[in-house]
């Protein structure tokens, strides 16, 4: 008899040390570490600053990758796919004329960061290091609407945890622009 409560007394104990040690496995002390860029979800600020009658938005999507890419009649689109980079998108729109057929006009400007860029300071052909392209969308029959590579101009960007600081201007070739600069700084929410 006293040998099966010494038995069961160890048992207990064995028992208690376990439950102990998987309690302590599974606690884990907060993280005081500011969330970065990169663990943000898709954020769209609208700004203030846009010429009269026209919106303008940034778009910042982390934890993605800018694809340029032509289709079979060699026109140029963008597509988003999952990646290590964070893409920025500014867009442009002059608000719609009432009683106009095919009165829209946007301009978008698009460009990739990498996560590990806390500063870039980048000008003409260099641009292409952020893959950065030119969208223009209206009823235009010059043939001046679609994507269109930016090789001329300056762009300078600084991001840290809490902001992103845009300064860019740029030129499309001939593709007449109403779009040429962007001076925003961005906090994120």
């Given amino acids: 008899m006293r040998f099966n409560i010494f038995t069961q007394i160890d048992f207990m104990r064995l028992l208690f040390l376990c439950v102990l040690m998987i309690l302590f496995a599974n606690c884990k002390s907060k993280s005081n570490t500011i969330p970065s860029l990169k663990t943000l979800q898709k954020q769209t600020f609208e700004l203030e600053k846009c010429a009269t009658n026209t919106n303008c938005s940034i778009e910042i999507t982390p934890n993605s990758n800018l694809l340029i890419e032509q289709d079979e009649l060699q026109n140029t689109?963008?597509?988003?796919?999952?990646?290590?980079?964070?893409?920025?998108?500014?867009?442009?729109?002059r608000k719609e004329l009432p009683n106009v057929a095919d009165g829209n006009y946007s301009e978008l400007i698009y460009f990739e960061i990498d996560e590990n860029n806390k500063q870039l300071f980048l000008t003409n052909?260099?641009?292409?290091n952020v893959k950065m392209i030119y969208g223009r969308f209206c009823y235009c029959k010059d043939g001046t609407s679609g994507y269109f590579k930016v090789t001329q101009g300056r762009l300078k960007l600084i991001k840290n945890n809490k902001e992103l600081r845009i300064d860019l201007n740029f030129k499309v070739g001939k593709i007449p622009q109403l779009l040429t600069e962007i001076k925003e700084t961005i906090t994120f929410k």
């Avoid at 052909?125 to 292409?128: F, M, P, R």
């Fill in 77 to 93: 689109y963008i597509k988003l796919a999952p990646g290590n980079n964070t893409i920025v998108k500014y867009e442009f729109k």
């Fill in 125 to 128: 052909g260099a641009l292409q």
